[in-house]
């Protein structure tokens, strides 16, 4: 099971980017998504989350109103639109999927490699 993050890369404070991440098996269709990020020197920490029907979602508060996922599961594919960018938005963005519904990235079983989001003020 692999997740393919795409979608990173240098944008202006206040610029926007999409971000995707597909699945190579449909087995994770029906895994709850999440999107995560590190900083460097910083711990891997919580964006949002999407369950599996869509119908739910979460997000860490310093992305309220900003960011937005969504998913499309016919592509098998999360995305994370990102708004409003700041310059402490900078960081390596993860997907990942788990079975359980949780903002905790040790309960999320399959991650992706990451795409770089930089941006610059």
């Known amino acids: 099971v692999q997740l393919q993050a795409s979608g990173g890369g240098l944008v202006q404070a206040g610029g926007s980017l999409r971000l995707s991440c597909t699945g190579s098996t449909r087995t994770i269709s029906n895994h709850h998504k999440g999107w995560f990020r590190q900083a460097p020197g910083e711990e891997r920490e919580f964006v949002a989350a999407?369950?599996?029907?869509?119908?739910?979602?979460s997000y860490a508060d310093f992305v309220k109103g900003r960011f937005t996922i969504s998913r499309d599961n016919n592509a098998n594919t999360v995305y994370l639109h990102m708004n409003s960018l700041k310059s402490e938005d900078t960081a390596v963005y993860y997907c990942?999927?788990?079975?359980?519904?949780?903002?905790?990235?040790?309960?999320?079983?399959?991650w992706g490699r990451g795409t770089q989001v930089t941006v610059s003020s």
């Open positions: 999407i369950s599996w029907s869509g119908a739910s979602t």
């Open positions: 990942a999927a788990a079975t359980v519904w949780t903002v905790l990235p040790a309960q999320y079983a399959y």
